[in-house]
């Protein structure tokens, strides 16, 4: 009989996210739309968040204004600041230690 073990997680983090997309009047023939929200980081052990980021006006432009929404969407994704994943990163490794 062999078993199949799966990995035991002590302590997670869940990460939630609340962004946005508002239309915006065009510019240059363009479409324009714009993300704005938050980023939190939670600790599952506790319950408290560990860290938070947020997200204003974030505009993304395009032909359409499905593009613009998506360029806002994936422009405040790229737009996670380092120190945002760094905290979050930091507090769980030292809660595991």
Same mark, same amino acid.
């Given at each position: 009989?062999?078993?199949?073990?799966?990995?035991? &997680?002590?302590?997670?983090? =869940?990460?939630?996210? $609340? =962004?946005?997309? !508002?239309?915006?009047?065009?510019?240059?023939?363009?479409?324009? +739309? $714009? +993300?704005?929200? %938050?980023?939190?980081?939670?600790? !599952? /052990?506790?319950?408290?968040?560990?860290?938070?980021? @947020?997200? %204003?006006?974030?505009?993304?432009?395009?032909? !359409? @204004?499905? /593009? +613009?929404?998506?360029? %806002?969407? *994936?422009?405040?994704?790229?737009?996670?600041?380092?120190?945002? &994943?760094?905290?979050?990163? *930091?507090?769980?490794?030292?809660?595991?230690?």
């Amino acid at each position: 009989m062999s078993r199949i073990s799966s990995p035991h &997680i002590v302590h997670g983090l =869940v990460i939630a996210s $609340a =962004v946005s997309v !508002t239309d915006l009047p065009g510019h240059e023939g363009l479409y324009v +739309a $714009a +993300a704005s929200g %938050s980023l939190k980081a939670i600790d !599952t /052990q506790t319950g408290r968040t560990i860290a938070l980021e @947020q997200i %204003s006006e974030v505009r993304g432009f395009g032909l !359409t @204004q499905k /593009q +613009a929404d998506l360029d %806002s969407l *994936k422009k405040a994704g790229e737009g996670i600041s380092l120190s945002f &994943i760094d905290l979050a990163s *930091k507090r769980r490794e030292s809660r595991e230690s």
